[in-house]
């Protein structure tokens, strides 16, 4: 059981280009999240869904867009990349309980 | 101010000696704790969760919660080099079903 995978593990992207954070998960759960993180500030969540076609909006969700068309798939999308969306990206998933499980990252260099 | 305030560290022991981790928080409305435990460039994984006051263990790990002054506690017994890694603690509470991360307190067991 892979549990959540992200893919790039990493990318340097140009200031202004468009790029999509890729997440899939094989445990059937309905709930999905995104966080950043960065030094001193912590996990920061940036946008969940609770169910496939439903999502939210986090703390910091300037800047992103995410969609949920299936219970697997989360992508999270930056229209047009700046210099602080420079981070490493969280994807994780839930039951339904409080319990949250974690992917491996993204770690996102924007220049 | 911080919803979760954690001291970043570096936190630097001995191996063999008694761990003590912790977060302060000002929201009442939590009611779900958790600590994660996070190795370099790895995803969060979850390593104890509380359900309101109490206390629970789970082998060399003990995590406290004292609602009253909005105080939480990880005890890690006997360290290791291997618990080398950054503690983060989380926090939910029932209504938005999203976690509020501590920034992360870095140890470092030396052996």
């Known amino acids: 059981i892979a549990g959540i995978t992200q893919a790039p593990t990493s990318q340097i992207l140009a200031a202004g280009r468009r790029m999509t954070l890729r997440c899939t998960q094989d445990?059937?759960?309905?709930?999905m999240y995104w966080y950043r993180q960065d030094l001193g500030l912590g996990l920061r969540l940036i946008h969940y869904?609770?169910?496939?076609?439903?999502?939210g909006k986090g703390e910091v969700p300037d800047g992103y867009s995410v969609s949920r068309a299936n219970t697997d798939d989360f992508p999270l999308t930056l229209a047009s990349a700046v210099p602080s969306q420079t981070s490493v990206y969280f994807c994780?998933?839930?039951?339904?309980?409080?319990?949250?499980?974690f992917g491996p990252g993204t770690r996102l260099t924007v220049l | 101010q911080k919803e979760v305030e954690q001291d970043p560290g570096p936190l630097s022991v001995p191996e063999g000696a008694i761990v003590s981790l912790n977060c302060t928080y000002s929201?009442?409305?939590?009611?779900?704790f958790m600590w994660y435990r996070q190795y370099s460039r790895k995803g969060p994984e979850l390593l104890m969760y509380?359900?309101?006051?109490g206390n629970k263990e789970d082998g060399r790990f003990t995590a406290q919660v004292d609602k009253s002054s909005k105080y939480i506690s990880l005890f890690i017994r006997d360290s290791q080099p291997s618990d080398s890694a950054t503690y983060l603690c989380?926090?939910?509470?029932?209504?938005?079903?999203?976690?509020?991360f501590g920034s992360g307190t870095r140890l470092q067991v030396q052996p």
């Open positions: 994780a998933s839930s039951d339904g309980t409080a319990t949250q499980y």
């Open positions: 445990m059937r759960h309905n709930a």
């Open positions: 869904s609770n169910t496939a076609g439903t999502t």
């Open positions: 929201n009442s409305a939590f009611q779900y």
């Open positions: 509380t359900y309101s006051s």
């Open positions: 989380a926090m939910m509470d029932t209504g938005r079903r999203a976690l509020t």
